[in-house]
């Protein structure tokens, strides 16, 4: 597998603009971008911080993986993602080591990346996203 950097940080919030506020006034960062991502229920904010970016995620749906996240958890840390080169190949090889998968193909996620997802029963309890611009 071809991993270059974490590409964000995600972070599950019920208030977006809320937290938006916090993160510009407080932590002096700009959000640069506000996107809703239908088909996963979820309007992201981004934030660019280095090479690193955080994802806030809100849920615009209760019964979504985000909503149901803040339900059983509360607000804070969801996922972490690496940036991947040929994320196919990448989620083939994981399938060869018997890793389980959420995602079995890239689907379309925020930013027009290429997403994919890797069971956190896998992951030592750790959500794990991988990305790649698409060419």
Do not use: W
């Not at 981004?46 to 090479?51: A, R």
């Amino acid at each position: 597998m071809n991993l270059s950097h974490i590409e964000h940080i995600g972070i599950a919030v019920k208030n977006m603009n809320e937290v938006i506020k916090f993160y510009e006034e407080v932590l002096g960062l700009k959000c640069y971008a506000v996107e809703e991502v239908a088909d996963q229920k979820v309007k992201t904010a981004f934030f660019q911080i280095g090479k690193t970016k955080i994802e806030l995620l809100e849920s615009t749906d209760p019964e979504g993986p985000i909503g149901k996240f803040i339900e059983k958890r509360g607000e804070g840390i969801h996922h972490i993602a690496y940036a991947a080169k040929d994320l196919e190949s990448s989620l083939e090889e994981l399938k060869s080591k018997s890793i389980k998968l959420i995602d079995e193909k890239p689907r379309k996620g925020a930013e027009g990346l290429h997403i994919a997802f890797l069971h956190p029963k896998a992951t030592y309890g750790v959500l794990t996203e991988l990305c790649e611009k698409p060419l």
